[in-house]
C-alpha cells in the first residue's frame, strides 16, 4: 500500500467559521436541526484518506472489467437521432462510483483514467458525506462528485 500522509480536517478548518455559520445556520432553518449540533458537527475533524478505503481500492483491482452486480435491466432509450442512438453507450454509463472505481449501467466494474471527470484525483465518493442526513453541504454537492468541503461525525465516515 502506498504511504500518504495523513489529512485530518474540519468543515470550519476548509471554508472558515464566517461561512460555516452561516452553512449551519441555514440547515437548521431547513431541516429544523439544533444549530449548536450542527456548529459542533462542522468543527469534528476528519480523516481525508483513510486506510480501509485505500485498501478497498486494492481489493477492487482484481475486478475490473468483471461483471460484479447486476446492472439496470432496461436502460432507457430516449428520442435520439439513430446517429445518436448507435454512438451512446449507456452500459458504461455510471450508476455508483467509489474512489478510482464506477459501477457501469451493464454491472461491470471500470477504472476511472485520465480526466473522465475534473475530480478524477479525488475519485467518486471520497467520503461519504452526500449521504447522510446529518452530513453538512454546500451548494455545490451532488451524489456523483461531493466535495471535500462537507463534514459528517466520524463514525458516519467509516468504509
Known amino acids: 500500500m502506498t504511504g500518504f ?3 485530518e480536517l474540519s468543515l470550519a478548518d476548509v471554508l472558515g467559521e464566517d461561512y460555516v455559520n452561516a452553512v ?3 440547515r437548521a432553518a431547513l431541516s429544523g436541526e439544533s ?10 475533524k476528519v480523516e481525508f484518506l483513510p486506510q480501509s478505503f485505500l485498501k478497498r481500492q486494492e481489493e477492487l483491482l482484481v475486478s475490473v472489467d ?3 452486480c447486476a446492472g439496470l ?10 446517429g445518436f442512438q448507435k454512438a451512446r453507450h449507456t452500459e458504461r454509463a455510471p450508476l455508483s462510483g467509489f474512489g478510482w472505481f464506477r459501477v457501469g449501467e451493464a454491472g461491470r466494474l471500470h477504472f476511472i483514467t485520465k480526466s473522465e471527470h475534473y475530480h478524477t484525483p479525488l475519485g467518486h465518493a471520497f467520503h461519504r ?4 442526513p446529518a452530513g453538512l453541504a454546500t451548494p455545490a454537492d451532488s451524489p456523483s462528485c461531493a466535495p471535500a468541503c462537507c463534514a459528517a461525525s466520524p463514525s458516519q465516515l467509516q468504509w
Open 24 to 26: 449551519c445556520e441555514a
Open 5 to 7: 500522509s495523513k489529512v
Open 73 to 82: 435491466p432496461n436502460p432507457g432509450v430516449g428520442a435520439g437521432s439513430d
Open 129 to 132: 458525506t452526500w449521504s447522510s
Open 66 to 68: 468483471k461483471k460484479v
Open 35 to 44: 444549530v449548536s449540533e450542527l456548529r459542533v458537527l462542522a468543527r469534528q
